[in-house]
Structures are given as structure tokens and as C-alpha cells.
């Protein structure tokens, strides 16, 4: 809607307001000069009614003019006009029929705008606030049918304004008749006005029941804003039931009452819609629903057993049955209250007070979640569904950040952060936000959510896990084409060309051959040459996919040599290793010969020891490589280069561990633990790494 629709909207709201007040004005002046004309309650009747327009058309005015596509507010701006009318038109039709005949004219219209406006069209208008409360959106496409029902229950009531003759109140003389009132209408618009009353009571019932399924599977604002509904309905239940079963209250003092209840309705819609953040309703609405349900049960059960007894024994004046009811109350009343209190809470908190039923919901939904990227989410729905929370996260650790991984509901400012722990390691963080801007979590709350933050810790930790292994498997891949592509590059650029130059060179010797054997021999010369080259490609290559060493000598035998080349320049080398070593799969092999030929080497560039030690032990399934030297260590402000980059992914490819310990001037200390496979993975094993 553009600026200028808005501001068309926003004066007719005020206009409609300002009509229906200037209505209720009159209406309490007319009330006042009328006297003896009206009933001895007449003034309290036209001041409920002026208080009702105002209290529903003040509401729907500001929440129609700050929200103009809500259609709540124009419908409680009808409201109050719908009071205003009736007010109006009751005090002075009683003026001009009853109290000065004759001093005012259009009475009969009046009387017309009354009817027409009906006795029990603000039935239907409440039942279409209920179904539209509180987005302005019906609670789904299939509740249209029950709004258009509840339109044309409105329209028939309507039209008991054209049934002929006199009008239907006591307060008009026989005089008095409908001016518009249709010939022979009498049956056919009576019947109208019942069938839409009873259309109207019908969908009255389904509007109040949609607020259930709405208030199940809403959440924050939306949540509180029903609360705020159904505490402005426990106020009306509550005098009915005080007024008609508890206290014996005068009409004097009960008509009032009622307009007071009635005008929390407006009241409690308004503070929904407009200012649902300021106040907390969730204890209110608790302690409400509770003792309601008591006062109903112990009124109910009061006048069952009394009028039971006094029936069965024919003493209703008697107190034997007044002894038996209260005595029986006060047996069943306890018990009663703490189901009633554990009903509400779970209506208000969700399973806050039953902690197996959330574990439990918890297992059965992730049972039935067979993606691992599906855990975390229904992990969070499920929480924020038990708990009746707003918003629910799960982050999970990446190095010393965090990264949110699911998410559920709208984030709020004031979030409860509990830390994920697996086995001591923390692996994440539980965000929840309390039910309502602005509370706190309960004790209770905090016990059942660090419980739940232990059993959550484990499936996130299984996450990261399996999200960890999936990374390491396109890793591996990845590395696996890399190293196709390489090996592809070197033989098509590197020993292809030299074989092709080679087998052309042959062909020239030959040709060659019968004229100048001086020149052949000259070529074939040349041919060692390439043909060496060639053979030194091939070997590099092989060198690269394993060493031979390996193969040749064993690991332990091949690292001693290769320690032994480095040797030099005041620099001694120690391998020390256990008598026997258990028969290593082939990537443990080359993983623990390339560690330890990188660690030497920048031992002996970058070191200046005098003595570098390199022991292999066994501790438990793993194979420990240990490299230590007494050289000046790694400067703190050193950055990892390539070969300690190479040292780490190696190790981490196999699921192990590299830890690199260094003191300026004390010497530097590497340490890598390589899982061994309980069976072999794909049979290779080196007979030679004994050693």
C-alpha cells in the first residue's frame, strides 16, 4: 500500500473511532434525561455499552492504523461501532417513543438501524476476531469456508430487519412499526435471523477451538500474544462461573461486572498486538489456569453431591450432604491440584517437568533420522518443540571459531549458551532462548537443558566426526586425481617425448649405418644419454609413489642409511628402534620414512645440533615416531612452512597425531603417533621392515 492508501486508512480509522465515541456520548446523555423511561439499570446498561465502544473501537484504531492490512483491528473498530449503534439507538428510540413522545422525529429509523444492525451480530464479528488473531492470517487455507460461513451467518441475522410489523421490543409501543418491513416476510426472514444466529454460534465454537492448534505450533511472539487471549478469556470464564455458581451477586452489582470482564477481551487483544513484549503472562496465565480449574471442579463437585444427596435423602436443607461434598472435596482437592499444575505447565513450559519425555522424543525422532547432515536439525526442532522455546542453535567448533550448524526459530539478544562437551573435549555450543524477551531460565529449566547439552554434546561430536571423515574422503580423492595428474604430466611430457626422440634417432642410426658408421656411433652415444634420462624420469616417478628403499632394505634398515648420508659436519645421528617390529601396511610405512626424512632434514639445515635421536616405539595399537635434538629449536615467531605443513597432513591422513615441542636453545622435539590397523587393510606388508 503506498503512502497515500496509508494515510486514507489511517483516517478513516480515527473517523469510525471519533463516530463511535461521539455514539457513546449520546447515548450516556440520553440515558441520563430518560429516568424513569428506562429500566432501574438502564444508566449502568448504556455505560457498559459506552465503555465496551470505547475499549473495542479505541483498540482497533490503533492496531488498524500501525498495522493496516491486519483486518483485526478494522473488525474491532466494528465491534465498537456495532456497540455505539446499539447504545445510541436504545436510548433514543426510549426517549422518543416512551419518555417525550413526539419531541424528536426518526425514531422509526433508528429503530430500523437497530435492527438491522441485530441483537447477535457481534457474535459472528468476535468470531472472525478469533480466527484471525493475532497475524491477521487465518490459521489455514481450509478455516476460509468457516470465515465465510461466519459472513453469511451476519448477512441472515441482518435480515430480520425487513420482517413486517410492529418491532420486536418490549420497550416500543404496539405503535411502532418497521417502516422497510416487507409484506408476508414474516416466516421466511424469521427464519433467516435463526438459522444465522445458530451459524454464527456454530462458528464462534470452531474459532475458540482453532486458537488450540494455533497456540501448539506457534511459537515466540506469536505464543505470547495467545497467552495474552486466553488470560482476557479466563477473566470473562471466571465471572460467569463466580456469578452464576459461587457468589449471589445483585443485578446492580453484576451487570457492571459483566461489562468490566467483557472489556478485558479488547483489552488483553490490544496489549497482544501492540505491546505483548512489556509484560510477562506465562506465571500469570499459569496460576490462572490453575485455580480456574480448581474453582470450576470444586463448584462442579459442591453442586453434584448436594443436589445428589438432597435428592436421594430429600433434605436439601439438611447439612449431612453439604458435610459429604466438602469432605469429599477435601480428600480429591490435592491431589487434583498437582495434576491440574502438571497439566498447565506442560500447556505453558512444554515437558520442562518431564525430562524422560524429552530424552525419549529426542531418541525416537533421531531413530527415524537416517542423514547425518539431518541430525543436528532435528536435534533443535525437537528441543525447541518439547520446551516451547523460540529459538534453538547448535554451533559447532572449527578450530577457535565457532560456525552455527542448525538453527531453529528466530534468534533473540538474551541467549542461554551451554558448552557441547564429548569426553572432555568440547565440540560445540547449545544456544536457547528463553520463552519471552526478557525472562530467564528457570532452575528447573537449567537442570533438564545441561542434561539434554550432555546427550546433544555426543551427537554433535558424531557430526563432526562423520562431516571430518567425508572431508578426508574428498581429500583423498582429490590427492588421488592430483597425484593421476602428475604421474600423467610426467610421462607425457617427461619420458613420452625422450622415447618418441629416442625411437626416431634409431631410425636415423640405421639409416645411416651403411654410409657412415662414424656418425652412428656418434648417435648412439647420444641415445645412452637420453635413454639414461629417461630411466632417471621413471625412477623419480617410482620414487615419488614409494620409495624403493622400502621395498629394498626394509624400514628401519633404509632410515639408518638415510641417516647415515646426513651425517657430517659435527653432526651425529642415532636410530634407535625395538628388536622386532610388527608387520606395518604399506602407507603407515611411507608415511613414518617421509616424517622422519623431513624432520632430519631440517635438522640439519636449520638446527646447528650436535646430536639428533630418532626412536620408534610401540605404545598400545599405535607406532610412535619420536625425533629429538639438541640444536637452538624453533623461533617462536617461525612460521610453518611446507615441510611441516606435508608432516601434519600425513600423519592426519591416517588418523594421527603431531605434536612438535621446541625450546629456544634447548633443541626441538617431534613427536607423530600413527594408528596400526588391528587386520590388514589391503594386504601389503613389508617383511623387511623388521629390520
Sequence with gaps: MDSKGAKLMFRLAWLLWIASVAGAALSLGLAAVNGAAQRETGLVEAGGNAGLTIAFGTVGALVAVRHVRNPIGWLLIALGCAFALHGFAQEYTAYVFVERPGVLWGGEAVAWLKAFKGEVTVIGLFALVLLYFPNGRLPSPAWRIVTWITVAGIGLSMLAAFRPGPFRNASYPPSVTNPLGVPGGDTVFGAA??????????????????TVPRFRRADGSERRQLEWLVLGGAAVVAFMVGTQFVFSVPDTV???????????LPTAIGIAILKHDLYDVDLVLSRTLVWGSLTAFVVGTYVVVVGFLGT???????????????????????????RVQRLVNRFVYGDRDDPYAVVSRLGRRLEATLAPEAVLPTIVETVAEALKLPYVAIALRQGQTLSVAAAYGT????????????QTEPVGQLSLAPRAPGDTFTRADRRLLEDLAWQVGAAAYAVRLTGEVQRSRERLVTAREEERRRLRRDLHDGVGPSLAGITLKLDAARNLLPRDPGAVDALLGELKTQTQAAIADVRRAVYDLRPPALDELGLVPALRVHAARLEGEGLHIVVDTPNTLPALPAAVEVAVYRITLEALTNVVRHASARTCRVRLTLSGDCLVVELTDDGRGIPADVRAGVGLTAMRERTAEL???????STPDEGCRVTASLPLPSAPDDGRYSPESQG
Excluded at 411 to 422: G, H, Q
Design 312 to 338: 436421594l435423602v430429600h433434605a436439601r436443607g439438611d447439612l449431612v450432604p453439604s458435610l459429604v461434598a466438602t469432605g469429599l472435596i477435601a480428600l480429591l482437592f490435592h491431589p487434583l491440584r498437582d
Design 193 to 210: 435471523e435463526a438459522l444465522g444466529t445458530m451459524l454464527m454460534l456454530v462458528t464462534l465454537m470452531l474459532a475458540i477451538g482453532s
Design 411 to 422: 534468534p533473540s539478544p538474551d541467549l542461554l549458551n551451554l558448552p557441547l562437551i564429548y
Design 254 to 264: 453484576e451487570e457492571p461486572l459483566f461489562y468490566l470482564a467483557f472489556a478485558a
Design 655 to 661: 588418523g594421527g597425531t603431531l605434536q612438535i615441542g
